[in-house]
């Protein structure tokens, strides 16, 4: 009588590698569409806050600020994942903040704005509107 060996198989083996590496790939980019996604939060809030500067701004001079300086803002985000841009009058003002560096992979909220009536919108990289799904 032989003895019995123990131990894999190289099939069992490859068929143990091939369904980890199917999970694997579901589990990474899960995990980089939930990153994108957290990432927006850094155009949310920065918007707010700079839309609640606005308002304060307006209340002191009665008029909204022409540039993001005067707001003591710089062109990016709080984290850095945006551009932002502001234009407008001095009874209106749109507040946009815009995908930039590794943020840019983001295309169903590529540029989220935030409007002096609070109206808060987005657009994906194709410039369809998206604003129920970013905000």
Known sequence: MQPRQSGFTLIELVIAVAIVGILASFAISTYQSSVLKARRTDAK???????QKQERHYTQNMEYADTLATLGAGTTSDEGYYTLALTGSATTFTLTATATGAQVKDTV?????????GA????????????????
């Open 120 to 135: 808060e919108s987005a657009v994906n990289d194709s410039g369809a509107d998206t604003s129920s799904t970013c905000w």
């Open 45 to 51: 809030v920065t918007l707010t806050t700079l839309a």
């Open 109 to 117: 909220c590529t540029s989220l704005s935030i409007t002096h009536t």
